[in-house]
């Protein structure tokens, strides 16, 4: 059973960092893509930045510059560093994996930048 879980958030004041925790079980990150993505208040579900498993990346406009999507195989895990915070990137931060026809959902971690 695939199971994916975040961990990471917490409040930081604009400027700052966090980064963000992605750990898997019941998968091997080495053969599958992986996507982190965020919910904001009202908001839809953004993608906010993926890698293939041939590791590259790539990220929303709003985000390049300032989020790093990178990978553990060792820990089987991926990680967002996420530097140079907004109020806008307040959000539940979720990451995904599709495998075998669907898509897995971890259950998100809050993230809370103030002005």
């Known amino acids: 059973q695939v199971q994916l879980v975040e961990s990471g958030g917490g409040s930081v004041q604009a400027g700052g960092s966090l980064r963000l925790s992605c750990a898997a079980s019941?998968?091997?990150?080495?053969?599958?893509?992986m996507d982190w993505y965020r919910r904001g208040p009202g908001n839809q579900r953004e993608l906010v930045a993926g890698?293939?498993?041939?590791?590259?990346?790539n990220y929303t406009d709003s985000v390049k510059g300032r989020f790093s999507i990178s990978r553990d195989w060792r820990n089987n895990a991926v990680y967002l560093q996420m530097n140079s915070l907004r109020p806008e990137d307040s959000a539940v931060y979720y990451c995904?994996?599709?495998?075998?026809?669907?898509?897995?959902w971890g259950r998100g971690t809050q993230v809370t930048v103030s002005s």
């Open positions: 019941g998968i091997n990150f080495k053969v599958h893509p």
């Open positions: 890698i293939t498993r041939e590791g590259s990346t």
């Open positions: 995904a994996v599709p495998y075998r026809g669907r898509t897995y």
